[in-house]
């Protein structure tokens, strides 16, 4: 409408004016090298129009000629680019359908039509890694590693390369390469804790683990329990050198990274007793019990409240199930208190509850627990047997098991033996176990110990790349 308003009042302003040079003539006398031109204003003016115009058409002709040629081959350039950069896409289509012969082929035609080597690099090496030559493709990657703009596509080619062929060394050099380069980027810095860990480099992990909490958005539980694995390995590392002090705030830092990390609640509980701190040691394994109740513990905590007799335990037992009735750990810590008092009718009621509570379908441990007490009550032993003989064919006590691969180990690995997985064990009873006894069981990602040796043995250590496990009398 605007528009329509604006063209209208145009029109208006023009035929103003030509009426007003129709009124108003006027005349005009041009005397020049002997001629007279005689002529009116509106006549001049609309020669000067008729002269421009003719000028402008002339002008914009003769830059036509001028620019052909430049713009001729600049639309055979466009033409040729839009040729290569179908190629390259085509190309692409090839590696990710794993169509060596066509990615091949495309790789050729791009790298003709398009003449930039850092585009069709990284096709090229993907391309020959797809056509089984991984030399070729390493010289490609070395060679996008000397163009800045595709140096981080270069060293990421070539680390993909050193991890695949195991090459941990080479691997973590490109790793840190890479994140010089791009600080920021999750992949590098997965990457580089990833192989920092296969090192045992626990100290670097630390720092980059830090790192990606900061850049990056990241499940808080799961970065906690990173967190105290990291310090119970560094203070495992520590306490093998010899330097009690600094094994010692290792362990306290993963207890506080997550005081539900029952080796190093263990570790750091036995250290307290040896100080003399036995208050200390009592509220860390009670805090603990209270999050994940952890077998383990049991034996220290009865050193920590010094419960020597049978009596003394089961007091000490009852105080620790308080913080947690309803897991079916501090059930168990108390029918092993009550047998180890010989308090048989106690113990009796607490395996009725367990198998209230818990259903018929239960593991090895309550089986051999049930055994004890018809074998301890009464002498029965047809009974005992009975009760051990279940136990054979009962559901599998609880264990590490790996969440990557399903890997069984009997005491908590920072890294799994069978996929290298980082804090991948969480303690449940095994898969095949647990689908058929006791789909009830939740998935625990903290270290737990169960069943109950046959003799009192004090904690002496901790194995290689293992927890340190408190063995108690029943």
């Given amino acids: 409408m605007i528009r329509a308003l604006w063209f209208l009042f145009v029109v208006s302003v023009l035929i ?64 040729r680019k839009q040729q290569g950069y179908q190629a390259l896409t085509r190309g692409m289509v090839a590696v990710s359908a ?27 090496a993907q391309a020959a890694q797809l056509n089984g030559d991984e030399k070729a493709a390493e010289t490609f990657f070395k060679a996008m590693t000397e163009n800045p703009e595709t ?58 683990a830090d790192e990606m909490a900061r850049h990056h958005p990241v499940d808080k539980p799961r970065a906690k329990q990173h967190a105290a694995a990291l310090y119970f390995q560094l203070g495992l590392d520590a306490q093998t ?4 002090d600094d094994a010692f705030n290792q362990f306290k830092k993963a207890v506080d990274a997550d005081p539900a990390f029952a080796p190093a609640t263990a570790v750091l509980a036995q250290a307290l007793i040896n100080k003399g701190r036995l208050r200390k040691a009592v509220g860390v394994i009670e805090k603990a019990w209270s999050l994940a109740p952890h077998p383990s513990l049991l034996g220290i905590y009865w050193q920590a409240t010094e ?28 029918t092993r208190a009550a047998l180890g008092a010989q308090l048989w009718g106690e113990a009796r009621q607490q395996l009725e509850q367990i198998g209230d509570s818990h259903g018929p379908d239960l593991d090895s441990r309550i089986c051999r627990l049930w055994a004890e007490l018809e074998e301890g009550e009464h002498g029965d032993l047809a009974k005992a047997h009975s009760w051990l003989s279940r136990a054979a064919v009962a559901g599998s006590e609880a264990t590490w098991v790996c969440a990557d691969c399903g890997n069984t180990v009997p005491d908590w690995m920072v890294r799994c033996g069978n996929c290298q997985g980082f804090n991948t064990f969480g303690w449940r009873r095994p898969l095949h176990v647990a689908g058929l006894h006791d789909h009830r069981q939740p998935d625990v990602q903290l270290p737990v110990v169960s069943g109950a040796p046959e003799k009192s043995t004090p904690l002496v250590g901790i194995p290689p790349g293992g927890t340190p496990l408190a063995q108690v009398d029943p």
């Fill in 98 to 124: 794993g169509d060596a012969e066509e990615a091949r082929r495309s790789v050729k035609r791009a790298e003709v039509l398009l003449n930039e080597p850092p585009l069709t690099m990284l096709l090229s």
């Fill in 241 to 244: 050198a010899g330097d009690v």
């Fill in 151 to 208: 140096e981080f596509l270069g060293i990421r080619g070539l680390l993909t390369q050193a991890v695949k062929q195991g090459d941990t060394a080479d691997a973590l050099k490109l790793a840190r390469r890479a994140y010089r380069l791009r600080p920021k980027s999750e992949w590098v810095a997965e990457h580089l804790f990833d192989l920092q860990t296969r090192e045992g480099l626990w100290l670097d992990a630390r720092v980059t």
């Fill in 16 to 79: 103003f004016a030509l009426v007003w040079l129709a009124d108003r003539p006027g005349s005009l006398v041009l005397d020049w090298q002997g001629y007279r031109i005689e002529s009116s204003v509106a006549m001049l003016i609309g020669a000067v129009l008729a002269v421009s115009v003719a000028s402008a058409l002339v002008y914009r002709f003769w830059l036509f000629l001028r620019r052909a040629p430049a713009q001729l081959s600049d639309a055979w350039k466009q033409r």
């Fill in 307 to 334: 419960a020597g007799d049978g009596l003394a335990r089961v007091r000490s037992t009852e105080r620790l199930y308080k913080t947690n009735k309803d897991h079916m750990e501090s059930q168990v810590a108390r």
